[in-house]
């Protein structure tokens, strides 16, 4: 005899799942091809990529500023996160932050990239204990 699963537990079943399956995609370690390449203008690559969010954290604290302004202006993070690694939650925040010349490019970024990682670690338990490792590993800002 099959027991019915009221519909709301099925709803919340599905939420979690969905959760899961978002936050492994955007933490996921990418192939070449979907890696993102810093510029520092148009033909002037600095030779530093990033294949996961982890390592575009590490990435965008190393980089010199002029990079993360000139992919900010043209909308290459928020592209690649949206459409790379399909977190669109991510890329709008990213997409929040004003381009300037001021040092403060960089922390924004960071605590924005930190931030989105910590939240869906937290939504996927199993994620989280390799999570704060990556993030200890460089040197979190919190």
């Known amino acids: 005899m099959s027991r019915k699963i009221p519909k709301k537990a099925k709803t919340q079943k599905s939420r979690k799942l969905e959760v899961n399956t978002k936050a492994v995609r955007t933490l996921r370690t990418l192939d070449d091809k979907e890696a993102f390449y810093f510029y520092e203008a148009v033909g002037k690559p600095t030779g530093e990529c ?48 004003v381009p300037s010349h001021n040092s403060d490019i960089r922390t924004k970024i960071y605590s924005t990239v930190e931030k989105r990682i910590k939240e869906l670690a937290e939504a996927t338990p199993t994620l989280m204990i390799n999570t704060d490792l990556v993030l200890a590993s460089q040197g979190s800002t919190s």
């Open 50 to 97: 990033a294949k996961s969010l982890f390592e575009f954290l590490k990435k965008a604290k190393a980089v010199k500023p002029e990079s993360l302004l000139f992919h900010l202006q043209r909308k290459d993070f928020q592209n690649w996160i949206g459409k790379t690694l399909g977190d669109s939650e991510l890329a709008r925040r990213i997409g929040k932050i």
